[in-house]
């Protein structure tokens, strides 16, 4: 039987926060012919795939959420994942999205179609296409395994972090955790009362600052329902803090040496043993990694059942497992607090642009994009959290916030050239963008801090972070600027002098 072909005029992929984000800004632009595509049967992006014993996110849950959505009922400052989970399934219903959301829908494959100015989308519950795709997969949703030889030979329970298989009771074995990094601090002191034996692998030490979390009281909550105002005070201060503090990750990092005092007294607090305190000291820059919150996880690294190996692991052998110092284990189960595919972004290998190229060979060398969102040769497709997006010490929905007014005025611009339309980002633009990003980069504390962390590519190039302020990119993403794009018109249609001015290319 024959199918209708569908088209929307646009394709979300993903529904965490940046897809969720994406369809709730549709719908305040008076668009409802889109969808959202996503491979999973539930949305929440990272909060629905994150729940290892301990997940909490580490920014204040006032300034993690949306701004169009106050949650007056935060349960903590930080919140566990079930709610954030809980908070992203409540936004997918209060803003009625679920009517335009695919579940079990992974997207395998679009192509750009020169001749029809739209992209074919190929989804693993059917075909369809879009004027334009906003691809919101996430920056940390693909786990990333480490080539471990002997891993495959391994008897006992292997699973990553983001992979979390519940059905494996813990309690009583030997388990060796693989990371020490966001995820891995939070797991180590939730798991280690219950396991037999925990060995720790760390390939570089972490900087661990403490974390204020408490309860929010029922007196707090009860103002924020009552006075919304207050909710929106508290979120301001949180981000205006933040705010603040980026200029010394961003101009001046020498200025982190204070920081790494009170770090260094969070560690002195619960690890006493000298030996241990110098495996667990970093030898770089304050927040050149992603500085890390906890009041728990020097505690669990102090009690008796818990090795910490200052080596990654190297090879597996049977079920002993060993590091790059020569320390063996055996263990039970081997969990990967390895972290993700970030500088090479899966869904990269999928999108086929006007030449016929993937976007991962026109990233080949790094990953590049107009104001974190566009790339040359890819038109009317966008990213949320593209290249250079990502925040060291503040909120990522203040950027994806950000780009969702891009994409708004994206749409806008469309509408506005009227008929069969698309945009794509002169390369001159994409270059000029991205120099200006790493000519700032350059004396970041990223950059400049003597690390090597997941921000920085295979060519040593930071294209995951934002060099400056969320103030600035708010400004950079308010409106495109249609000098920065191409206008692409049907091969055969009739071109407008209007269009000739704005340079027509088909
Ligand atoms: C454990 C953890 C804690 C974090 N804590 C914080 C924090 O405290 N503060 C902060 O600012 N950031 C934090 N982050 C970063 C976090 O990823 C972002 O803040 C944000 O959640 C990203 O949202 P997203 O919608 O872009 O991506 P995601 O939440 O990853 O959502 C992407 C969605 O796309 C879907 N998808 C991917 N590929 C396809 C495909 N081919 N077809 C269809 N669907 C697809 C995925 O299934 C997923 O649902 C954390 C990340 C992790 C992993």
Known sequence: ????????????????????????????????????????DSVGGTWRDNSYPGCACDVPSHLYSFSFAPNPEWP???????????????VA???RLR?????????????WNTELLRWDIETTAGNLSADVVVSATGPLSDPKIPDIPGLESFPGKVFHSARWDHDYDLAGKRVAMVGTGASAIQIVPSIQPEVSR??????????????????????????HRALPVTTRLRRGLLWGIRELQVQAFTKHPGELGFVEQLAKRNMARAIKDPAL????????????????????????????????????????????????????AEVDAI?????????????????????????????????????????????????IIGPNTGLGNSSMILMIESQLNYMAD?????????????????????????????????????????????????????????????????????????????????????????????????
């Open 1 to 40: 039987m024959a199918h209708e072909h569908e088209h929307v005029r646009v394709a979300v992929i993903g529904s965490g926060f940046g897809g969720l984000g994406a369809a709730v800004r549709l719908r305040r632009e008076g668009i409802t012919d889109f969808i959202v595509l996503e491979r999973a």
């Open 76 to 90: 903590r400052t930080f919140s566990g994942q079930r709610h954030i989970r809980a908070y992203l399934e409540h």
């Open 93 to 95: 219903d209060v803003f």
């Open 99 to 111: 009517p335009h959301i695919r579940f079990d829908s992974e997207v395998k494959k679009m192509t």
């Open 198 to 223: 925990l060995t720790v692998f760390q390939r570089t030490p972490p900087w661990v600052m403490p974390r204020v979390d408490r309860a929010i009281s029922g007196a707090e909550r009860s103002l």
């Open 277 to 328: 305190r110098a495996k667990l000291t970093p030898d770089y820059r304050i927040g050149c990694k992603r500085i890390l919150l906890s009041s728990t996880y020097y505690p669990a690294l102090a009690q008796d059942n818990v090795d910490v190996v200052a080596g990654g692991l190297s090879e597996i052998r049977g079920s002993t497992v060993v590091a790059a110092d020569g320390t063996e």
């Open 335 to 383: 969990i990967f607090g390895t972290g993700f595919h970030v500088t090479d972004m899966p869904i990269a290998e999928r999108v086929v642009g006007a030449d016929g190229r993937t976007l991962a060979e026109t990233w080949k060398d790094g990953m590049a994009a107009l104001r974190g969102a566009s790339a040359a040769g890819f038109p009317n497709w966008m990213t």
């Open 410 to 506: 994206y749409l806008r611009q469309l509408d506005v050239l009227g008929g069969r339309v698309a945009l794509d980002a002169r390369p001159s633009a994409v270059n000029a963008w991205n120099r200006k990003v790493q000519e700032r980069m350059k004396r970041t504390v990223w950059n400049t801090g003597g690390c090597t962390s997941w921000y920085l590519d295979a060519n040593g190039r930071n294209t995951t972070v934002w060099p400056g302020t969320t103030t600035e990119f708010r400004r950079a993403t308010r409106q495109v600027d249609l000098a920065e794009y191409a206008v692409l018109r049907p091969p055969a249609a009739k071109v407008s002098p209007v269009d000739e001015a704005a340079e027509v290319t088909a």
